[in-house]
C-alpha cells in the first residue's frame, strides 16, 4: 500500500504546494481524501480498475476546487464519492452545470456518523471547524488510517486517531490564534502521543504562514520534540506501508 500525498497546502495554491488531497493505492482500490487542486494528478496513480473511492471533508473550496476536473479523467470504473449526511444537494450542484460537467461517472453516498462498510471499513466523525467539517477512519490491508480534514483538538479527534498506524492530520497554524478550529505543531504531536498513533504526517499548511519548505521544517522539528515519529508533508511526499 501507498499514500500519495498530492496537495499539501491550505486555502490556496502556491510554490509549495497544492490543495488538499491524498490518494491511497490498496488492495481493497484507490482511496481519496479530499478534492483540491491536487486531485488533478490522480489519473497518474489510477492505473488499474480496482474501486475509487473519493472522502470529502468538507465544502471549503480548498478541498472541493478539483471537482471541476472531473471531466479530465478517462476511468472505466466510477468514482464513489462519501460525504457527510445532508451535504448531496451542495455536492450536486457543484458537479454539475454551470460549475463542472463530469464525463465520467459518480455515485454520491451520504454517510451518517459512526462506522460503515463501503468495500473496507471506515469511520465518520464530526470535528471542530467554523463550518462542518467530518474526519474519517479507513482500514485498508489491516493497517488503520486516519484524516482529519480542517479542525481543532475535540473529543472526536481522539477518537479518530486511537491506535491509527497512520494520523494524516491538518497543520495549518504555525501558534493558534483563533476559534476557527484549526492547528499548530504541537496540538496535532500531542494528540499523536496521547491517542497511541504509530506515525503522524503533518499536512494542510496555511498558504499564508507556511510560505516556503522551510517553514514547513520548521513544523516537523516542533512536532517531534512531542512526537518523534511526525513528517511535514509536501506534494511530492510518497508512504509505503
Not at 73 to 80: D, E, L
Amino acid at each position: 500500500m501507498k499514500i500519495y500525498f498530492l496537495g499539501t497546502n491550505g486555502w490556496y495554491t502556491t510554490s509549495t504546494g497544492n490543495t488538499p488531497c491524498i490518494l491511497i493505492d490498496s488492495q481493497e482500490g484507490y482511496v481519496i481524501f479530499d478534492a483540491g487542486n491536487g486531485f488533478y494528478k490522480i489519473d497518474q496513480f489510477i492505473k488499474e480498475d480496482k474501486p475509487i473511492s473519493l472522502f470529502i471533508s468538507h465544502f471549503h473550496l480548498d478541498h472541493i476546487s478539483g471537482l471541476h476536473m472531473l471531466s479530465k479523467f478517462k476511468f472505466v470504473q466510477p468514482i464513489n464519492i462519501y460525504i457527510a449526511k445532508g451535504r448531496r444537494k451542495d455536492l450536486e450542484t457543484l458537479v454539475n452545470a454551470p460549475y463542472t460537467n463530469p464525463d465520467i461517472k459518480i455515485a454520491i453516498h451520504e454517510l451518517e456518523e459512526g462506522k460503515h462498510e463501503v468495500g473496507f471499513p471506515v469511520e465518520i466523525l464530526k470535528m471542530r471547524h467554523n463550518n462542518e467539517n467530518h474526519g474519517f477512519r479507513v482500514t485498508l490491508e489491516g493497517k488503520v488510517i486516519a484524516y482529519s480534514g480542517d479542525t481543532g483538538i475535540c473529543d472526536n479527534s481522539r477518537l479518530l486517531a486511537q491506535n491509527a498506524d497512520i494520523l494524516i492530520h491538518e497543520c495549518s497554524y504555525m501558534e493558534v490564534s483563533d476559534n476557527w478550529g484549526h492547528v499548530d505543531p504541537p496540538l496535532a504531536a500531542t494528540l499523536a502521543k496521547e491517542a497511541g498513533v504509530k506515525k503522524l504526517i503533518l499536512t494542510h499548511f496555511d498558504a499564508s504562514k507556511y510560505t516556503d519548505p522551510e517553514k514547513r521544517k520548521w513544523a516537523e522539528n516542533e512536532a517531534k520534540k512531542i512526537f518523534p515519529d511526525a513528517v511535514a508533508a509536501d506534494d511530492n511526499l510518497v508512504i509505503e506501508l
